[in-house]
């Protein structure tokens, strides 16, 4: 008899296919909000809702040259873990004692935001060129850890 699939493993694969909606040409990213094994929110990254998509017009990032984890207010997009929390925020729903699944380790901006919403604890992909996020989740007490992605 088959194995059901894990539960780290089917969150992480569903926040794989949340960052397929990504509409940014650098890196496409999907995050879930998970808690008691119930997704309470989903975020990917793009540019917000009525504006305009890289996509569409293009990266401004690119056309200034600005590398990977490095001045992230010059980019039209919001990260899918600040959407997953604008979304909880919009539908009143907390993140309080939450697990949050990313693909993609969340940058310095993202996790001071996920340290001040309470989740317990952030499971990504991949890494990011961040050791201050790293660092900052040791210091909150906020657990960590790599979980790859499986096909």
Do not use: R, W
């Given at each position: 008899m088959d194995q059901r699939l894990p539960w780290p493993e089917y969150f992480m694969r569903i926040a794989f296919l949340v960052a397929e909606r990504s509409t940014c040409l650098r890196r496409r990213v999907g995050a879930i909000a998970v808690k008691d094994k119930r997704i309470l929110a989903t975020g990917y990254n793009g540019a917000p809702a009525g504006t305009a998509h890289c996509l569409d017009i293009g990266c401004l990032r690119e056309k200034l040259g600005i590398p990977s984890g490095q001045r992230h207010e010059l980019c039209r997009g919001l990260?899918?873990?600040?959407?997953?929390?604008?979304?909880?925020?919009?539908?009143?729903?907390?993140?309080?004692?939450?697990?949050?699944?990313?693909?993609?380790?969340?940058?310095?901006?993202?996790?001071?935001?996920?340290?001040?919403?309470?989740?317990?604890?952030?499971?990504?992909?991949?890494?990011?060129?961040?050791?201050?996020?790293?660092?900052?989740?040791?210091?909150?007490?906020?657990?960590?850890?790599i979980l790859p992605r499986h096909p």
């Open positions: 990260h899918a873990e600040q959407n997953v929390i604008i979304q909880a925020a919009t539908h009143g729903v907390s993140l309080v004692g939450c697990e949050i699944y990313c693909t993609t380790q969340p940058c310095i901006i993202c996790t001071k935001m996920l340290i001040n919403c309470s989740v317990q604890h952030i499971h990504y992909a991949e890494g990011y060129p961040d050791e201050l996020s790293k660092d900052m989740l040791d210091e909150a007490g906020v657990g960590f850890d």
